[in-house]
């Protein structure tokens, strides 16, 4: 049976792969990849919400890495809430780029998760496994997606600023991703955009998209 690491790291390159097809030779939009693409990215984001980055908290709290592969979730998630263009993948590509290799790389998050998980790794695997396909919600094409996108994405580059101030702004702007993955919901005044989680009920073993 497949580690943790091999597992997700395996997951990245399929998704890295279904982005490639999702934008042809002449910027137009494969659909079938783009939305394949979509609920696998973010299925991939509320694991590691909802399942790895919970453990690495209860046992060591947060560090820099893990505070900006929640700052690159949230960018990335709202990446996918506006209809696909060449320049939303070309954006999602660069930040994927720069995200991968904090967890895959050697000493990085998954190895870490992997420690921590210690004699609880399988039972953390069959939660991997077993977490739910995420349901999505239409695409938003409004001002605020944008000016949304724009803050979270302003937010990710903030690494290690020692500016209080800075990183305080930032949280004001950036939406916890505390659930794992946005089903692309917006508010429609003029607050920035609010992301919609999956939840599990108790009656039913389906994602359903639900405000924190």
Known sequence: MAGLH?????????????????????????????QEFRGGLLWHIAVEERVLLPAVRRQRGDSAVEQQLHRDHAALAALLVPSPTAAEIDAIRAILEAHNPLEEGPRGFYEGVEEIAGNELPAMLARIRDYPPVRLAPHADTAVTRRSIEQLRACRSIRSRSST??????????????????????QTSSRPMRLSYPRRTASSSRSQAVAP
């Open 6 to 34: 091999d597992l997700l790291s395996r997951d990245h390159a399929r998704l890295d792969q279904l982005l490639t097809s999702a934008l042809r030779s002449d910027d137009s939009i494969d659909e079938v990849s783009y």
């Open 165 to 186: 101030v800075a990183t305080r702004d930032c949280h004001r702007e950036e939406l916890e991703v505390r659930a794992g993955l946005p089903s692309g919901r917006v």
